[in-house]
């Protein structure tokens, strides 16, 4: 069995992995985190999310709960992630990260701290998204520079950064493809007169609309065709299954920095 904190415990990807780690019998919740000065400090986890009393106060600090073998699954903010990044190398913990908006100079940290414990970071936790991922860069390097390169993400109204972070992915991994730097060829919008597309840039085109969970869309156009790749996510619990998946896959891993192309076998 394995064993949990939830960060983020009272958010809306929080109290998904809370209620559905009570559907595994391998999965045991033993702590559960939020900001301080949250309302849910001190209330019951499970009443939360839905499933009853779990005997597990939601509390506003984390090391008294840490120990190297209970997994840390991190769906919070980036400043807060980092805290508990830091936290969990104190103590040898594993942690899933799965909070999304960092910019570079965090992700450079989270790569310095990450490896002396055991992380899985992932732009994003669904398995139907990193098999998509994995076929893209096969795609791209097929096709070449003959095709335009087009992303559109849409979620709903409350997200906060932009591109989405599964968005960026998607772009890094056809930019390495095609032997192209992301940052130098990505377009987040156009407007007025732009003149023609370039050759080799790389669309990353957001939509924020009520309650969209996810849709990522990568469209390939060539002169007379056009081929469309789409993954949908219809709610949260492919994220929570995902992020479970890679909590019971991390605790037996030597240290180092993991994403779930390595949970999942696809590297």
């Not at 998204?129 to 992303?151: H, M, Q, R």
């Not at 299954?241 to 076998?265: E, F, H, N, T």
Request: net charge neutral; proline share 3%; hydrophobic share 45%.
């Amino acid at each position: 069995m394995v064993e949990i904190i939830v960060c983020g415990a009272a958010g809306r990807m929080g109290s998904t992995i809370v209620r559905l780690g009570q559907e595994s019998p391998e999965i045991k919740l033993v702590g559960a985190v939020e900001f301080p000065g949250s309302p849910a400090i001190g209330k019951d986890a499970g009443e939360i999310a839905g499933v009853g009393n779990l005997g597990v106060a939601i509390s506003d600090e984390i090391v008294h709960l840490l120990k190297d073998d209970r997994v840390i699954i991190d769906f919070t903010q980036p400043k807060a992630s980092l805290g508990f990044l830091k936290a969990a190398v104190e103590k040898s913990a594993p942690m899933v990260l799965c909070t999304t908006g960092f910019d570079k100079a965090e992700v450079a940290e989270i790569e310095k701290l990450a490896p002396r414990t055991r992380v899985v970071f992932s732009a994003n936790m669904s398995i139907g998204v990193n098999l998509f991922l994995s076929i893209l860069g096969n795609v791209a390097k097929t096709l070449g520079d003959d095709y335009d390169v087009e992303i559109v993400e849409t979620h709903h109204r409350f997200k906060k950064d932009a591109p989405s972070g599964t968005a960026l992915a998607l772009g890094r991994v056809i930019a390495n493809a095609l032997n192209r730097d992301l940052d130098a060829v990505a377009v987040s919008g156009r407007k007025g007169i732009v003149g023609e597309r370039t050759q080799k840039e790389i669309a990353l085109l957001s939509i924020r609309s009520g309650d969209v969970v996810g849709d990522h869309t990568v469209s390939f156009g060539g002169l007379g065709e056009r081929i469309e790749f789409t993954h949908r996510a219809h709610n949260r619990e492919n994220f929570a299954r995902g992020a479970l998946r890679a909590a019971q896959w991390i605790v037996s891993q030597p240290k180092g920095l993991y994403s779930m192309q390595d949970v999942l076998g696809l590297k």
